[in-house]
């Protein structure tokens, strides 16, 4: 499924539909949905709206998952460190770069988001956070990182584990309910991915709500772990990490998990990145896989990083 902020010849997206936003800190937005044309001089000024951050350098960011592989002692587990990196761009470029994170990511939730509190943001998301199919539900457990066909080494698949681990305990499920292990491929980033299973009356809102912040893009114990990002991450999200949720008529709900992203200025780009740290993780090996992450997005549309 996809969707952005203009017509759209497979979403089913109707003008005046709703779309629900929620950042990785903070409350649900309800936003209508309206096609490209009607909003495009809003979108230009949009771009000076919101200031710039400071790029996180190697040192700073390796600084900080040595404070996390620290922190996890036993108290905490898992510790999802991210970090932010600024590149000069024609933005102006923005539709043509949707077509190419379509024909670069296929099958993946792609978008445009333009909005007075947040900026523009767009995104080429490979992460369900929930589905519903009637009273029939999905999730993913997506955690650990790999390229260059580089083998998973247990470091990830415990990060993964404790993923799939907390999904199944906030939804009150059994292990049953796992249908399938396996990897999936974006880009050339690898992650492991279980997906799973079970039946509910309650709403992909509801849901969504209850799942939100998993250890994807957190950390477990999901307080403590929130705790540490608040005290030593340096930034605000936003809209990285948090989720996209669809409510149409004709197709069936789904919120998707804001991962593969990037903010849009009048002259420049902010990407989004990061990875689940645990006591096995190195510094430099996360700082390779943040810079990975941001490649993925930078190939996709044809910028020299």
């Not at 969707?3 to 997206?13: A, D, F, T, V």
């Not at 990196?85 to 024909?103: G, H, M, R, Y």
């Not at 009637?134 to 415990?158: H, M, P, Y």
Request: charge should be negative; proline fraction near 2%.
């Amino acid at each position: 499924m996809e969707w952005r902020m203009g017509k759209l010849e497979k979403s089913g997206i109707n003008q005046g539909e709703r779309i629900r936003v929620r950042p990785f800190v903070g409350q649900v937005r309800s936003y209508s949905f309206v096609e490209f044309e009607s909003t495009f001089e809003d979108i230009s000024l949009a771009f000076d709206l919101i200031d710039s951050a400071d790029n996180i350098d190697q040192e700073q960011y390796q600084h900080l998952i040595q404070k996390a592989i620290d922190a996890c002692d036993g108290t905490m587990t898992k510790i999802v460190c991210s970090r932010t990196k600024q590149l000069s761009a024609e933005t102006n470029n923005w539709k043509t770069w949707l077509k190419d994170l379509k024909k670069a990511f296929p099958g993946t939730f792609i978008y445009l988001l333009n909005t007075d509190e947040f900026g523009i943001w767009m995104g080429a998301t490979p992460e369900i956070l929930v589905k519903q199919d009637q009273e029939q539900f999905e999730t993913v457990s997506l955690a650990g990182t790999r390229w260059d066909n580089e083998a998973f080494s247990e470091k990830e698949k415990i990060e993964q584990k404790v993923v799939t681990e907390s999904i199944l305990s906030s939804l009150e499920l059994s292990e049953d309910a796992v249908s399938s292990h396996g990897e999936i491929n974006f880009g050339g980033i690898r992650h492991l991915r279980s997906i799973i299973n079970w039946e509910s009356k309650f709403s992909v809102a509801q849901i969504a709500e209850k799942l939100h912040p998993t250890p994807a893009v957190c950390g477990f114990p999901t307080d403590l772990a929130k705790a540490f990002i608040s005290e030593h991450e340096g930034y605000d999200r936003k809209l990285y990490t948090g989720y996209v949720l669809i409510e149409t008529k004709k197709h069936s709900n789904c919120a998707f998990v804001n991962l593969r992203c990037m903010q849009l200025f009048r002259k420049h780009i902010r990407l989004y990145a990061g990875g689940g740290i645990n006591a096995m993780s190195d510094p430099k090996t996360e700082w390779i896989e943040t810079e990975e992450k941001m490649q993925t997005m930078t190939d996709a549309i044809h910028l020299n990083a």
